[in-house]
């Protein structure tokens, strides 16, 4: 199992920008895709962003493609998301999670089996 803490959400207008930080630690060596979801109040859990933990290939949800950026430090075990262009609908509840088996279906909460506790995100217009 990997643990995971999330920080840096909080509160910005339109147009602003932000940048989570999702620090992993425990069995972090077995760590397959890592991935940022985002549920808002009265809505479903939806993907924002996945990152493959070796190779570094990203993806991301077409709502968030061209303004959010996923990274990761792997010395520092810590994965981001830079969230540029804000908007009102991207306000949520953000979670980070990890994969400690290989699954291929990134976007989907099921594929993974540790989960960060979330960061409150609200963008005001």
């Known amino acids: 199992q990997v643990q995971l803490v999330e920080s840096g959400g909080g509160l910005v207008q339109a147009g602003g920008s932000l940048r989570l930080s999702c620090v992993a630690s425990g069995r972090t060596f077995t760590t397959y895709y890592m991935g940022w979801f985002r549920q808002a109040p009265g809505k479903v859990r939806e993907f924002v962003a996945a990152?493959?933990?070796?190779?570094?290939?990203?993806y991301y949800a077409d709502s968030v493609k061209g303004r959010f950026t996923i990274s990761r430090d792997n010395a520092k075990n810590t994965v981001y998301l830079q969230m540029n262009s804000l908007k009102p609908e991207d306000t949520a509840v953000y979670f980070c999670?990890?994969?400690?088996?290989?699954?291929?279906?990134?976007?989907?909460?099921?594929?993974?089996?540790?989960w960060g506790q979330g960061t409150q995100v609200t963008v005001s217009s």
């Open positions: 999670a990890a994969q400690s088996r290989w699954n291929s279906a990134y976007s989907y909460g099921e594929s993974y089996d540790s």
């Open positions: 990152i493959w933990w070796n190779a570094g290939s990203t």
